[in-house]
T-cell receptor, first 112, second 115 residues
Framework: EAQVTQNPRYLITVTGKKLTVTCSQN?????MSWYRQDPGLGLRQIYY???????DKGDVPEGYKVSRKEKRNFPLILESPSPNQTSLYFC???????????FGSGTRLTVV | GENVEQHPSTLSVQEGDSAVIKCTYS??????FPWYKQELGKRPQLIID?????GEKKDQRIAVTLNKTAKHFSLHITETQPEDSAVYFC??????????????FGKGTKLSVIP
């Protein structure tokens, strides 16, 4: 089944403890992206990647890192999480020539 | 970058009535306009999209219209049903000219269909 898989689905962590949210897609998509969703603010792009080893900042990149060492994987790294990073995170991917994104199931992160 | 405004933020309609959600965008070079539906607790899913070379696209009870001159596009849902209740997001890409496209989303419209 074609899909974008995120893990974990839920995570509660403490301020300052490094964490990684994994994202993997099995559709051979070139583009991958991370969004955060907050009430009243919609979906805001954190980082995106156009292909292996090619990444760029979205609208809200502060406090996040990403890497794209393989085409299928695009992990989101929070080196020192803070409470304002408590949010619902979505990974998404698409083919270069098709703009329609396929989203993962989401990761609900709480930083205390 | 692209600025996408979406209205209204909430919309309640009676079952069977029509619903219209409107979005405006700022980048005149934008050429692709998708709509996503997000049911409670689920991921956003693409329901319909339109490219800038057409003015309207229909898929059963949903349609999207595009006015490039005015830089706005709208989602139309006819004969609404309770399962249409969800949050709807529009989006538009800023055209960087370098082949790298992002998607900027509107803040969403919570549609409630009252039985």
């Amino acid at each position: 089944e074609a899909q974008v898989t995120q893990n974990p689905r839920y995570l509660i962590t403490v301020t300052g403890k490094k964490l990684t949210v994994t994202c993997s897609q099995n559709m051979n998509h070139e583009y991958m992206s991370w969004y955060r969703q907050d009430p009243g603010l919609g979906l805001r792009q954190i980082y995106y990647s156009m292909n292996v080893e090619v990444t760029d900042k979205g609208d809200v990149p502060e406090g996040y890192k990403v890497s794209r060492k393989e085409k299928r994987n695009f992990p989101l790294i929070l080196e020192s999480p803070s409470p304002n990073q408590t949010s619902l995170y979505f990974c998404a991917s698409r083919k270069r020539e098709n703009y329609g994104y396929t989203f993962g199931s989401g990761t609900r992160l709480t930083v205390v | 970058g692209e600025n996408v405004e979406q209205h209204p933020s909430t919309l309640s309609v009676q079952e069977g009535d029509s619903a219209v959600i409107k979005c405006t965008y700022s980048d005149s070079a934008s050429n692709y306009f998708p709509w996503y539906k997000q049911e409670l607790g689920k991921r956003p899913q693409l329901i319909i999209d339109i490219r800038s070379n057409v003015g309207e696209k229909k898929d059963q009870r949903i349609a999207v219209t595009l006015n490039k001159t005015a830089k706005h596009f709208s989602l139309h849902i006819t004969e609404t049903q309770p399962e249409d209740s969800a949050v709807y997001f529009c989006a538009a890409p800023p055209y960087s000219g370098a082949g790298s496209y992002q998607l900027t989303f509107g803040k969403g419209t919570k549609l409630s269909v009252i039985p």
